[in-house]
């Protein structure tokens, strides 16, 4: 055994418990009460140990956007955050990851990582024939846009054409992710943020949202709804779910923590699509939390230059930048509605790594990566832009007391910062 964990909290499948955690190899080898090793890390008494996170959800934009963020500074940003994997949205990045040859462009561009990364591919308009060799080259899975994606590079799919790549795609049972906002529903936004959040009504993403779950009903593949914001929609994912559908989703920190109410004109840092709604609906998504419908929390991380992102919310970037502050967060708030960490690491680690099917990743049980996270959770911190690690720390949680503080990551036994990550294809992790 190359090292040993001691800790009064280990959060593991079956709950938090008092254990040694062995590893040899990088591998998780023993959860046990007590190991014997000269090698131990002794976690202190207000330390727990979580299993490293899985963002399922990150736009790195390297190469071609890597003045918005790249692979060295958002895997250094991630490392400092607990998350230990991340896999890369298709676009943003030039050129978007919509053939098997750009692939090999971003993994050649992703040479120096800090963590484990693997990769989405993209449905754009003409690239059918692109899945199966994308899919054959390693990708997690297929995104689409519904509506303008904010990039003219990666083209929105009518439903016609999500449906004919939903057939493709179930015969190779791959999953393909929706941004699901309908474009006919959404309007040209005001400079102002109650102009901007008409512009983008809670029907855009009901109507989109049922849309994918006819199509999941009509082709049997797997689908999965990216970010949601609208909480009306959660009847429809429940109705969807009840009907044992394929069909999964996740909603983001920010959508958690914020609310309209409190966003003011010109604070553009707050600016990402869907928008964040009003703190009723905040509770609904985390009532849907509790209850299942919805299955996993991650990023969304997409940042741009500053210059990009300032200016009127008619005008300004739509992405927020959080891939350092997503545990403590979501933590956060979730300490303070009663749910336990055992939740917050279901959420942000154990499902987003089942979803794309790392077998090697998201608990802290025999047989998984060393993949570990030492957590404060009692201690806070108010966030400081200029401790990001993010290219651009533009962040709207700048300046707010979070709880919770990721004191060490450990990337396949080895402390992140001397260890060096891996890319990732899917069937292999
Ligand atoms: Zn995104």
Redesign the pocket.
Known sequence: MDLVFRARRVITPQGEIACDVGVAGGRIVAVEPRIDSPNVVHLADDEVLLPGLVDT?V?VNDPGRSEWEGFETATRAAAAGGVTTIID?PLNSIPPTVEAAALEVKRKAAARVSVDVGFWGGIVPGNLADLKPLHEAGVFGFKCFLLHSGVDEFPAVTTAELEAALRELATLDALTIV?AEDAHTVRDSEPDYAGFLASRPREAENKAISDVVALTRKTGARTHV??LSSSDALAILEAAKRESLPITAETCPHYLTFSAEEIRDGQTEFKCCPPIREADNREALWRGLRDGVIDLVVS?H?PSTAELKQGDFATAWG?IASLQLGLPAVWTGARDRGFQLTDVVRWMSTHPARQVGLRGKGAIETGKDADLVVFAPDETFVVDREKLHHRNPVTPYHGRTLHGVVRQTWLRGKETGTAQGKLLRRGEA
């Open positions: 959800h736009h949205m941004h990216l970010h969304d997409s992405g």
